[in-house]
């Protein structure tokens, strides 16, 4: 299921030289691949031991709602990501525009160190 997802515009500058010479419909990342990469790499977590798995973003997503205004629709859509028998065409979709504008309200002073 295709998703909007906001990309600070410092991560744009580092994820552009791998964009520049793809089709617009080729895909940038492969799920399976983003899925071994994690396993192998085990990103410690901060806050208790353990790595990051692809199931803390649901996680982050229901935590971290509230703080980013998030209303229950979208929660609600991230959460239930790839479950049969949801209608789809009950959760809103707001426009990119406006979910990056969300984002960067909370993300923006954001700064990444390398």
């Not at 009950?90 to 309200?105: A, D, I, K, S, T």
């Amino acid at each position: 299921m295709e998703h909007y997802v906001p990309l600070h515009l410092e991560l744009v500058k580092v994820l552009q030289p791998l964009v520049d010479d793809r089709a617009d419909d080729e895909l940038l990342f492969q799920y399976h691949s983003i899925l071994m990469w994690l396993k192998r790499e085990k990103i410690p977590l901060m806050r208790i031991s353990g790595h990051f798995v692809l199931g803390d973003l649901r996680k982050f997503a229901e935590q971290y709602g509230d703080i980013i205004q998030w209303d229950q629709s979208n929660r609600s859509y991230i959460s239930t990501h790839g479950v049969s028998g949801v209608g789809w065409s009950n959760y809103r979709h707001p426009l990119p525009e406006r979910v990056f504008e969300g984002y960067m309200n909370y993300w923006g002073n954001v700064s990444f160190v390398r």
